[in-house]
């Protein structure tokens, strides 16, 4: 025997009310995430630092590359004044 229209309705009506309480509760999730990090955050902000502690050391700005040594030479970049490249070695 197929449900009745009275049984249908219900089935839809008890599913939309499961689907709404799910979105609620999303909500209200991710409202609590929200609120705690910006605890975190204005707990960390206020954080003041030892008066024996030293800030650390910016560090140096320079480039990798040149600092391992495998930047090719300025020389292997420039073109010949015939215009044909030099070969690198």
């Known amino acids: 025997m197929p449900p009745t229209a009275r049984e249908l309705r219900a089935q839809a009506i008890h599913r939309l009310q499961v689907g709404l309480l ?31 502690a030293r800030a650390p050391s910016p560090a140096a700005k320079g480039d990798p590359l040149a600092d391992i040594g495998v930047v090719p ?9 015939s215009g044909t490249p030099t070969p690198v070695r």
């Open 22 to 52: 799910g979105l609620c509760l999303m909500l209200l999730l991710v409202g609590l995430a929200n609120i705690i990090m910006d605890r975190a955050r204005m707990a960390e902000g206020a954080v003041v630092p030892a008066p024996g």
């Open 73 to 81: 030479s300025p020389e292997a970049a420039r073109p010949t004044e």
